[in-house]
């Protein structure tokens, strides 16, 4: 039995998430999760998926959403970024059952300054899911990390209390992950602020299953976002397996992995660093670092390649009479860099176990 016989094509919803979580947590596979900002991007990573026969997640931050609005539009009340969040999905809603893959819609961190960003898409999955009987979302991700932990666990309470009714899937952060990510600065927080207590995921496990089963914590185990030298982040994703079994102690159930686990900051870690989390019961992995450099390369060596067929829109090394639109069609170049994009993402569904799953 293989995912396409629980969940369908196309963008998923409701049970279907939480079904594709549990079978990935029970087949030792974690799913990865794109952060993209445009059609071109959404593309490359639906193609390597239908390749790889995996689910992806296809996620939007509150930058890559305004982008996907256009950089022209005002953002003024987080207008651009709700508004492109809601296009995006759109367009993978309509796009996505070409690919034959189950897709979940995703949203990227939303701290507490960008929470109209949040209230804005909730009111569009609302309006959608009275229409449709589903949310437009498959899934939100509301990352209160930087502020108190009880102030934390109550505020992400009352939006699950609201997606519960949708069934809809809730991501949370406990745990601050470093570095710098679209605008979001942790790279001098405190370093003990980089690990999660067992007893804080207990905390939040207790508290937000109370109101819905359909949610995932972000637990920080030394993630940082982007990529560094080795050896200047220290991932003890180890600390999972503890999370666990903690939880599993207080629930006295036999469910070795009651916590449906997330690993942020996923750039540039190892291989054995994926592993580890995913035998621990993590199930979506954050690429976004690694994507944006693969993106660039194709783009980057075609233009370096084809460089004395772009300077003019006639005239190159073939002759002064030679016509240069088949090098300059955006069709072309912005084509080789989904290419080489595809490529990064089909390494990823092979360190993450995700491939022929389907």
Request: contains cysteine.
């Amino acid at each position: 039995m293989g995912i396409l016989d629980i969940v369908p094509a196309g963008v998923i919803a409701g049970e279907d998430v939480r079904k594709l979580f549990k079978y990935a947590q029970e087949h030792n596979f974690a799913i990865p999760a794109m952060n993209c900002t445009s059609s071109s991007t959404v593309v490359a990573c639906l193609e390597a998926a239908r390749d790889a026969k995996s689910p992806v997640i296809i996620q939007v931050s509150q930058g890559g959403a305004a982008y996907f609005a256009g950089k022209g539009v005002d953002n003024k009340n987080q207008e651009a970024s709700i508004k492109g969040a809601i296009a995006a999905a759109h367009f993978v809603r309509t796009i996505a059952p070409v690919y034959g893959i189950p897709v979940v819609m995703h949203t990227d961190h939303c701290a507490a300054k960008l929470l109209p960003w949040l209230d804005g898409m909730l009111d569009e999955d609302e309006r959608y899911f009275k229409e449709h009987g589903y949310p437009l979302f498959s899934s939100h991700m509301i990352d209160l990390s930087e502020e108190p932990k009880e102030e934390n666990i109550a505020i992400t309470k009352k939006y699950l209390q609201r997606a519960a009714p949708m069934k809809q899937w809730l991501e949370m952060e406990i745990g601050i992950t470093g570095g710098e990510e679209d605008g979001v600065n942790n790279e001098d927080v405190d370093n003990s602020l980089l690990y999660t207590q067992p007893e804080d995921i207990w905390d939040v496990q207790r508290e937000l299953s109370e109101v819905s089963p359909y949610f995932s914590i972000a637990a920080a185990f030394g993630n940082v976002h982007g990529v560094y030298k080795p050896g200047n982040v220290k991932l003890q994703p180890e600390l999972l397996g503890k999370h666990q079994a903690y939880v599993k102690e207080q629930l006295k159930t036999e469910d070795d992995k009651p916590v449906f686990l997330v690993f942020h900051g996923g750039s540039g870690s190892s291989k054995e660093e994926y592993q580890t989390a995913i035998s621990f019961g993590t199930v979506k992995c954050n690429l976004d670092t690694d994507m944006q450099f693969a993106y660039l390369k194709g783009m980057r060596d075609y233009i370096l390649e084809k460089k004395d067929y772009l300077m003019t829109q006639v005239g190159n090394p073939d002759g002064e009479d030679k016509p240069n639109k088949k090098y300059f069609d955006p069709r072309v170049w912005v084509r080789e860099g989904e290419k080489t994009m595809s490529a990064r993402v089909k390494v990823a569904f092979e360190d993450f176990n995700c491939v022929n799953v389907l």
